[in-house]
């Protein structure tokens, strides 16, 4: 009995130990992404007009001392992997996040990814960006036809209006498509269900049309 006892403690603390080193590794994850989200909107914004002065002899807030720890320590060098692209808004579902190239696990993870081998935003073609349900694009689910979608890039502001959405299986490979003719498409893609425990086994599509 009084092994077993042992033991029983033993799993309860490996048990415990395991359970703070997932959430220690959410609580990571979340802020990278956070920080790249900071990082990548600030990027965006100071290629298109000068960053406002201030005193930098004032106290730093806490935000600006993490910052300056995190540029000491090479952080912010390894966010520029994954440059911005651009920023999408969806503002009647208060959809708002940034945009980066490739659709590889850790893109996802920073942010909406930008599908390659697609058109840019601007450009003639079908522009298709990809986002996780559970992140960026859990307010899919709340889009409908004439919602306005807004892509801000460094060459300006894009808006599309949208058209339809269509649930598909994984194979659908046709919303990633070029438009025809010499139409500017949008195609938003994330899982679906969106409340789906595991892997989702569908597709939630979003095809808007550039006003």
């Not at 801000?152 to 070029?178: C, F, H, M």
Request: aromatic share 10%; hydrophobic share 40%; charged share 20%.
């Amino acid at each position: 009995m009084a092994s077993l006892k042992r033991s029983l403690i033993g799993c309860q603390y490996v048990l415990l130990v395991i359970g703070f080193l997932a959430l220690g590794y959410c609580a990571l994850t979340v802020a990278e992404t956070k920080f790249y989200q900071r990082w990548a909107y600030e990027e965006l914004r100071s290629s298109k007009a000068e960053p406002p002065s201030f005193d930098r002899t004032e106290n730093e807030s806490i935000a600006n001392t993490l910052d300056s720890a995190l540029q000491r320590n090479g952080f912010y060098a390894g966010l520029n992997q994954n440059p911005p692209l651009a920023e999408i808004e969806i503002p009647r579902i208060h959809v708002s996040a940034m945009v980066t190239e490739g659709a590889s696990a850790r893109a996802l993870k920073l942010a909406v990814g930008h599908i390659p081998g697609t058109a840019l935003p601007g450009q003639t073609g079908n522009v298709a960006l990809a986002g996780h349900r559970d992140t960026f694009f859990r307010q899919l689910e709340n889009v409908r036809p004439g919602d306005v979608i807004k892509l801000t890039t460094y060459n300006g502001q894009y808006l599309y209006q949208v058209r339809y959405t269509k649930i598909v299986s994984p194979d659908a490979t046709w919303a990633l498509n070029p438009s025809p003719s010499k139409s500017q498409t949008l195609t938003l893609v994330t899982c679906y269900p969106f409340y789906y425990v595991g892997a989702a086994p569908k597709r939630f599509v979003v095809r808007a049309s550039r006003l």
